[in-house]
């Protein structure tokens, strides 16, 4: 390829699938650029995004305030590590615990959602001393060897072999079952409050109240992995503390994906009795709160806030579902906000590369049933009629 010079789409395929390992299965799409809600390929296609990059475009793509941030950013300084102080970092981090439960009261930075939880299983167990980890089959927390060994879904795990120890399983939604394993060894309780790769599996407000209330008897850690449901999916800032999760403010948050808009940034919040327990040292990470990143950061909380987009969220989810009781086809609308899990009789592929052939992007799950939404925050009514009249024309 010369460089400067426009290449075909299939140049652009043949050269990724020569230079890079062939770990994903790729959309015939090679995107160019974005704008809100919708993504354009090299060919001057354009397509309704219900996918956000893997529910990372909570903002839209290059939301116009994001973007400038960021150009202001690169022109002074892109990284310093965190051996320095930085106004940037200390904005961002105020400007997370301001919009996080009161408990929540401090952040650690790192790059993304495996880090995060890493992070967070780590400090659990410095907290209690102790070493076990429950997690829920179904739960997806990442691909590192802690996160994976973490994670009950599919053929995760067994990627990861040999896991690392420590980690029991319960049954997501049973209470029964995370008592039969909650004994003095554990240190922390770490779930998805809604399983997203699942299928978009929900859990009575009951069940959150309860483990709380184990947490709390046992001296055990509460940690929610909001990567996908953190910063307005549900529309709300967290599922912590919601009237979903009965108000239950677990003790560590871990978030990212949609917290840069795009630029990798994780985060961990934390309430001040977990916090007390960490020294210097204790975690790190050269990139976590570099200040590019952190910019995303301020300017992704503030776009979201400026706009309106949890009320967004909650208004067009609420069109939404109305509109698909249209579709016959549609039994059950699963998740909340814009994390839905559209429930077919039939399997889902067919009807995702339906319309992604009439374009519009959508997402999979691991139920096969399940076609996943997880769109931009500033979705509107006018592209959830757009979606629902293709989508009838599917079948
Ligand atoms: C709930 C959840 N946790 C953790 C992760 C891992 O995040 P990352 O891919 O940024 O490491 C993901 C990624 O899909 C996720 O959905």
Same mark, same amino acid.
């Given at each position: ?65 994001v973007?400038?941030a960021l150009?202001k950013q690169s022109?002074q300084l ?10 940037t970092r200390?904005r961002a ?89 909650? !004994? @003095?060894?554990?240190?922390? /309780? ?7 790769? &699942? *299928?978009? =599996?929900? $859990? ?20 929610? !992995? @909001?990567?996908?449901?953190? /910063? ?7 599922? &912590? *503390?919601? =009237?979903? $999760? ?14 840069g808009?795009?630029v ?26 570099g200040m590019f990143a952190m910019a995303a950061v301020i300017a992704t ?95």
């Amino acid at each position: 390829m010369t460089p400067g010079t426009a290449i075909s789409f299939d140049q652009i395929v043949a050269s990724e699938d020569k230079f890079q390992l062939a770990t994903y299965k790729k959309m015939a799409i090679a995107a160019e650029r974005g704008e809100g809600v919708w993504i354009y390929g090299s060919d001057g296609q354009k397509y309704l995004d219900l996918y956000g990059g893997h529910a990372v475009a909570g903002t839209g793509h290059c939301h116009p305030h994001v973007v400038k941030a960021l150009q202001k950013q690169s022109e002074q300084l892109l990284f310093y590590s965190n051996l320095v102080y930085s106004e940037t970092r200390a904005r961002a981090a105020e400007k997370l615990v301001s919009v996080a439960p009161a408990q929540l009261s401090k952040a650690f930075f790192c790059n993304s959602g495996t880090e995060a939880n890493e992070n967070a299983m780590r400090m659990a167990r410095m907290f209690t001393g102790r070493e076990n980890i429950i997690t829920f089959s179904g739960g997806f927390h990442g691909r590192t060897a802690d996160a994976i060994s973490a994670t009950f879904l599919g053929k995760y795990r067994e990627i990861g072999k040999p896991n690392v120890p420590g980690h029991l399983e319960a049954e997501f939604g049973n209470i029964q079952s995370v008592n039969a394993v909650a !004994d @003095e060894s554990v240190a922390a /309780i770490l779930l998805e409050p809604i399983q997203s790769m &699942a *299928g978009v =599996r929900t $859990a009575a407000a009951e069940f959150f109240r309860n483990l709380r209330d184990i947490c709390d008897q046992r001296g055990i850690v509460l940690i929610f !992995d @909001e990567v996908q449901t953190g /910063i307005g999916r549900t529309g709300e800032w967290f599922f &912590a *503390g919601s =009237r979903a $999760a009965d108000g239950v403010v677990p003790d560590i948050v871990s978030l990212a994906k949609a917290l840069g808009s795009g630029v990798p940034v994780g985060a961990c919040l934390v309430t001040d009795s977990v916090a007390s327990k960490i020294k210097e040292n204790d975690l790190g990470t050269t990139f976590g709160g570099g200040m590019f990143a952190m910019a995303a950061v301020i300017a992704t909380l503030e776009a979201i806030e400026q706009d309106q987009m949890l009320e967004n969220v909650r208004r067009v989810e609420a069109h939404l579902r109305e509109r698909l009781k249209e579709v016959e086809q549609v039994i059950s609308v699963k998740g909340r906000g814009f994390l839905l899990g559209l429930e077919f009789a039939e399997k889902s592929a067919p009807i995702h590369k339906a319309l992604l052939e009439r374009k519009i992007i959508a997402g999979t799950s691991s139920d096969p049933h399940v076609l996943r939404l997880l769109p931009p925050l500033c979705l509107g009514v006018e592209e959830v009629d757009l979606f629902v009249d293709v989508l009838r024309n599917c079948f």
